[in-house]
């Protein structure tokens, strides 16, 4: 077979072996086996990049025949040209932030690696064999980011490192200390676990005791990178001065909608008093970790049984989200999707800051919508099972975070539509999310570009990050130090949730439109269908697949 005779599908699939073979942590996350981890030597990304050329040179010959194959290619030349730009800008080798880089993906590797046999735990016990191994390639990619740039953010290396040291305090032991196996698989664990974790230390004196000297003070990332970053994210370019405005916009128009639903709380409009108000209130507050998980649990069974048929196509093996608390304790909540096979559930984590004890529903309902049904779950969820219409690659690897994260966003408010949060307290929490991710856009695009700040007092700085998302959300102190952390080192990615939900609510609204011009019912529950059918991909692919008819996409 020729390479102009390979069909799509095949090159699409090939690509999610190749892929996995490279970052075996990927193929866990999709239910692939696999116990290694991932080469981050620079020899390892030079093997990845050599592949993504490789798939390029394969699409120029391999032209598409159908709208499928069309989405498809589309998406792998997305991917294929976003990875060569960013090793082509220096931005892959020695990455290092908060929460996507090396030192998480490896710590939380552990966490979707199935336990249900000893062959299962002795896969454990390998890939944390491997933990040394890894972090010594990571740690020489670090040193070759030193030397040739760009620097790394020295508030990056200080926040990992005491990550780091937190692994290296027993994380490992914990979890694997008392795994239910043989005595000698059992020592074996622990074994492995103590060294995995002297490793994680290593990585922490490294970082402060050299990489720390060759880091930069400065935050920002400049506009280059940020619209290579911008453009991963979000699968298409933008006017970066109009999204910055925009988002003030919107902030301003949210905060007013706050002080309204305040008014109705309090009879003021005093955000902080109606936040307290609630706040004391019992019947939104739960004491302790079990609480929450349970709580979570009835939300989102609850959402799955009275949304399916109704307004979404809901299979059986997405009736069920398992909701769970992660391991880690460094404030975050994410989704992973089912294996490909179906035999592990999708799963919503909550990670509990150590000392966090009580827990306020009334801003976290939408959080659960957001995660489960109808966001994450079943949108990721969803395309993860559909093996009979998607190739393995759209059902799992394919897609940008503006298409997920603007979904799930979408998904809160359609919920709001529906009438799910229905109470001022929820309403309230929800514009409080909204508020947020309208409020990280305007600094993750003014701090990485250098744009005026919205108080009109100078030039961004961490500082003035932290107050001005302090001024904009309930969070935490401890939950919204990581998150600010986050944006400074991973720019691009908090501006894709508010801008890849207007590129949806646009998508509706145009195809809402067509139908009217040509004197088609517009049924919201299959535009939702069909464009949940088109699996991962980007904005610009959403926008192109939804032009082509007043129900979303071709039948």
Known sequence: MTPGDRDLDSLANDWVETRTRLNPVLGTRIGLPGPDLPDYSPEGHEEVIEAARQLHRMLALSPPQTFDQEVTARELRRESEQLIAEHDADMLIGKLNVIDSPAQEIRNSFDLMPRHDEQD???????LGE?????AGYRVSLGERARSGPPVALRQVHAVARQAEQVAAGLFRRQFGDAPVSDALGAELRVRATEAERSYAELATFLQDELAGAATDEDAVGRERYAIASRGFLGTGIDFEECHDWALELLADLTDRQRSLARAITGGDSLHEAFERLNR???YLLQGVDALQAWLQEVSDEAIESLADAYFEIPAGLRRLECRIAPSQDGGIYYTEPSLDGQRAGRMWWSVPAGITEFHTWRERTTVYHEGVPGHHLQMGGAALAESSLNVWRRSVAGTSGHREGWALYAEQLMHELGY???AGS???MLDAARMRAAR????IGLHLGLPRPDGMGAWTAEYAFAFMRQHTVMNEKSLRYEVLRYLGWPGQAACYSLGQREWELARSAAEHRAKATGQPFRLRDFHTRTLALGGIGL????????????GVPE
């Open 540 to 551: 610009d692919t959403l926008r192109w697949a939804t032009s082509h008819s007043p129900a």
């Open 427 to 429: 309403q309230l929490g």
């Open 421 to 423: 949060l229905d109470d």
């Open 281 to 283: 209130d019992p019947d």
């Open 121 to 127: 735990w002795e896969a454990i016990a390998r890939r």
């Open 441 to 444: 856009v305007v600094l993750d």
């Open 131 to 135: 933990v040394p191994k890894a972090l």
